[in-house]
T-cell receptor
Framework: QKEVEQNSGPLSVPEGAIASLNCTYS??????FFWYRQYSGKSPELIMS????GDKEDGRFTAQLNKASQYVSLLIRDSQPSDSATYLC???????????FGTGTRLTIIP | KAGVTQTPRYLIKTRGQQVTLSCSPI?????VSWYQQTPGQGLQFLFE???????NKGNFPGRFSGRQFSNSRSEMNVSTLELGDSALYLC???????????????????FGPGTRLTVL
């Protein structure tokens, strides 16, 4: 079983709609969870971090964490063409700086 | 505040050569991690340095090494380059962990632009 599972996509969403990205992880010791956005040819850019069960909202982005189900998701509301990118989920264990990444979901927003 | 910087941005080497990549973390950040990104394997952790000490190491051969200086700048070295070492090498920095009462927010890592290494 892979440590982090992400649907590689591609995921196509109409402009203005909600994009939903999902990630499951196997390490129950995971404490910190992150969503990064990566444009083609660029480095990952932090979108959201979440540490506690529940929802965390930041502008058009909402991260959801369910540690019992070992599941983290990212919702993007009012999707824009500029949101087209690969989205990477990652986690780390408390006290360990190593980030374990999923393979990424390629998201395309259709105008 | 300036972000993470990496030099050089692009490198072309031939098999058997060695290469040194440099990373300067965000001011005040003392932890530096290195990652390799390839289309086939995705983002993989190489190693992490804090206070000039390697604290964590990924599953890479000994040809991959690194170090950190007293100003928190870090270098990684790859010796005897192989074709499969062609990749984007990313450096990320984060705040140091406090000795107690650690806040999870200090785990957040910020990436530099990367060094694109091509091995011919």
């Amino acid at each position: 079983q892979k440590e982090v599972e992400q649907n590689s996509g591609p995921l196509s969403v109409p402009e203005g709609a909600i994009a939903s990205l999902n990630c499951t992880y196997s390490d129950r010791g995971s404490q910190s969870f992150f969503w990064y956005r990566q444009y083609s040819g660029k480095s990952p850019e932090l979108i959201m971090s979440i540490y506690s069960n529940g929802d965390k909202e930041d502008g058009r982005f909402t991260a959801q964490l369910n540690k019992a189900s070992q599941y983290v998701s990212l919702l993007i509301r009012d999707s824009q063409p500029s949101d087209s990118a690969t989205y990477l989920c990652a986690f780390s264990s408390f006290g360990n700086e190593k980030l374990t990444f999923g393979t990424g979901t390629r998201l395309t927003i259709i105008p | 505040k300036a972000g993470v910087t990496q030099t050089p941005r692009y490198l072309i080497k031939t098999r058997g050569q060695q290469v040194t990549l440099s990373c300067s973390p965000i001011s005040g950040h003392r932890s530096v991690s290195w990652y390799q990104q390839t289309p086939g394997q995705g983002l993989q952790f190489l190693f992490e340095y804090f206070s000039e000490t390697q604290r964590n190491k990924g599953n890479f051969p000994g040809r991959f090494s690194g170090r950190q200086f007293s100003n928190s700048r870090s270098e990684m070295n790859v010796s005897t380059l192989e074709l499969g070492d062609s990749a984007l090498y990313l450096c990320a920095s984060s705040l140091p962990p406090p000795s107690s009462g650690r806040q999870a927010s200090t785990d957040t890592q910020y990436f530099g632009p990367g060094t694109r290494l091509t091995v011919l």
